[in-house]
């Protein structure tokens, strides 16, 4: 007998349309700005840019989980919400690599 694992698609082909197109060209801070706001507004995910709470939730472990997304001067931290957040997270981490 054979399992079988129902796999189900979390983000839709038009989802991922509208992350790669906030996140083009990767390295530059205004786009950085968009992708967080595109990231908030249709996916409910906050993608903080501020450098002090940056460096504030990684000193307060009472606000971890959190994933630090690093490029030269270009940083994020986020945190996992939902379902949809660990393909967004694994789509956009690139951006920051």
Known sequence: MTNRIALEDILSPEDCRIIDTASS??????VLSSLAE????????????D???ISGLIVDSSNLPVIKLVKH???GITKLM???????ISKIFPYFT
């Open 38 to 49: 595109v990231l908030r507004d249709r996916f409910g995910l906050v993608l903080e840019l």
């Open 51 to 53: 450098p002090d709470i």
């Open 25 to 30: 060209p990767p390295g530059d801070t205004k």
């Open 73 to 75: 001067t270009l940083s």
């Open 82 to 88: 939902n379902a949809p957040s660990c393909p967004i």
